[in-house]
Structure formats: structure tokens, C-alpha cells
């Protein structure tokens, strides 16, 4: 499947934190860099996420905001 | 300014496409990977952002998707 | 590519509008029912849609709220 | 009430499932298509929303994504 | 219709910009106080939004964030 | 920190509800007016967020809807 959204980040799985609906995954996309993604445990279980394993970041570009100092 | 957004990756201007009223700010995070944001032509403006110069894309953790091959 | 986002609805696309950078994308997803999408223009070239060929139209759940009359 | 928000398809709760603050929604839009929406447990009561009883799924443009085979 | 945002502001429509498909349309909630919101221009057709007139700011949780100084 | 999203709307912290994952922040921004936005645990703790303490809600143009009664 290829999709609208343009920012497609590789990485890999550093942690799952399974809530009671929604799950927050940490994805490391370079050395110490973090993206942190809340999605529900019902796409972690789907997606059979698990630490270490490889995982794209997908972001909407109209999800983005920039920021300056 | 402190926010509550999960995401804030710093990177560089790569590039500025201002629409009617909707602009496309490319930011590069690390070589060869560029983040598109969508924001406002007014903020392009109120940021002053230029190409070259310093960036960061903010993204809450609830916009953020997370894919696998 | 498999996406954590909980909502993947086929359908045929039915119209395409671009603007300076923003584009508008129409899917069919049933007879009568439309989904509108508001993408970037670059995206629409990326997939090479085009009006009559089939699209998914794809929502993240934290996207989706609910209505009552 | 008319909102902005282009999309809003008429469906029948098929489930409700509540978390500690976030519910998930999920509403039959047609024979076994689902659609999936993540809103606070606080909207789930202020709409007084019953399984088998009719709700719309209700998208904003922006949030919908394009993808192809 | 009911809706599930939780952030439903009520003002007066102060200013509506139509760009090719994305309008900008700004709705003061208090004195002073302006809410931008990005619609597509059709949504501001469809609601016959006209500047001096009244109209809702409609805001989802999920897309609220919080900052501090 | 300067930000793109067009809305950064001064209150003071009304309830904070964590959840297992997913907290919801409530800010008076004029009296008897609430914003509810729905953020991470983390981002609570990180904020170092109080009861009755200053806070923004920020919110990106794109997530704004616009409704008329």
C-alpha cells in the first residue's frame, strides 16, 4: 500500500506502553532520537509490534507544526 | 514555550512553497530525510522561517502513525 | 505496507481538485457516499491518481469523532 | 448544528468499549465496513450512545489520507 | 446534530480568507482573542459563513495541546 | 520556543484526569469557558502541570472546525 501521507520514518520499536485503549509506541528514528507515536493496542496487536523490531513513523504533513528559538 | 507535543526534531529549512493560503515547509532532520509540514502562509511569515536556516517539526503523539512492511 | 491507522475504506476516486498546494480528493466509497480528503498536492502525482481509478481512503481512530442527531 | 467537517456518514454503533479516559467507538457504516473512532469516555456519555443505536461518523478533510494498491 | 468534540466556542466570524481550496476563517471568542481555523472553502460555501456573523469554534480533545511558559 | 499553530489560547488549569495512558487537561480560558485537551501522561509530568496554575491550549489551524446553529 502506498499512502498520501508524507513523512514515512524509518526506525525501530524502543518501547510499547499498552494503556486501557491507547498505546504509545516509541519508535527510534536515529541515534537518540525518539518519535513518539499514541496509537490504539488493537493496531500494536494488528501490526505485531515488538521491541527491537523494525517500524515506520507516518505523519501527515498537515499534522506537522514548525517552531524556531 | 514548554508543549505538550512529544515530537520536537530539530533539523533544517530545506525548503518553503507558499500557496494561496497554505504553505509546505520541508524540514531535514538528518541527511537525506525530510520532514513535510503544512502550515499557514501567516506563519511562515511570523516565524520568519528562510531556507538554511534552523527548524524544528513538532508533532503530538496522537497525530503520529506507526507502519511495518 | 501495513498501517496501525484503524480505518482503510476502498472506494473509486471520483473527483480531483488542486489547488496552489493543497489538493482535494474525492473517494466513492459506496454509491451515494463520498469522502472528501484534503491532501497535498505532491501526494496526488506521487500515487498518480486519477478520477475512475480505485483509492482507500485511510483515517487514523483519534481522527474519527462521533454524531447524534 | 452544521459543521465544516466534509465527512459525515450515517451508521449504526456496533461497539462501544471505554478505557480509563479514552473510548472506542465503533460504528457499521455499511454491511461489515466499520469504522473505528478514538473520543473521550465523557463524549461517549454526554451523546448517550447505545450498541445497535444510529451515530454518524464525523472527519474533518485534513485527517483523511489517499492510498493506493 | 451532537457532536462528541469535546470544544465547541461560541464568536463571531471576524475574517474568512478563500485561497484555491483552503480558506482561512477566524472567529473571535472573547474581545481579543481570535481561533484560526483552516476549512476548505466549499465547508465555508455550505455554511454561508459571513464575516459579523456568529459561529463555533469546534475543536476535537485529541487535538488540543497544552504549553506552559 | 515560537510555534506555527496559529492558536495559543491563555487559562489556568481547571482538573487534570490522568488515565492509563491518555490524560485529559482541562483550561478555563474565560470564565466559564473550558478547553479539554487530550495529551500523554508524560507530557502532564513533563509540564509539571497543577490545578490553578497558568497554562495554554495551542491548537493547530488545521484542527479547527467551524460550525453555525
Redesign the interface.
Known sequence: ?????????KGTVAAI?????????K?E??PG?I??????N???D????VVG?????????????????
Open positions: 500500500m502506498k499512502i498520501s501521507a508524507r513523512n514515512i520514518i506502553e499498552k494503556g486501557a485503549t491507547t498505546a504509545h509506541v519508535i528514528i536515529m532520537q518519535v513518539t507515536a499514541a496509537v490504539t488493537e493496531a500494536v494488528s501490526l505485531k509490534l523490531g523494525p517500524a515506520y513513523a507516518v505523519i501527515k504533513a498537515s499534522d506537522v507544526m514548525v517552531a524556531v528559538d
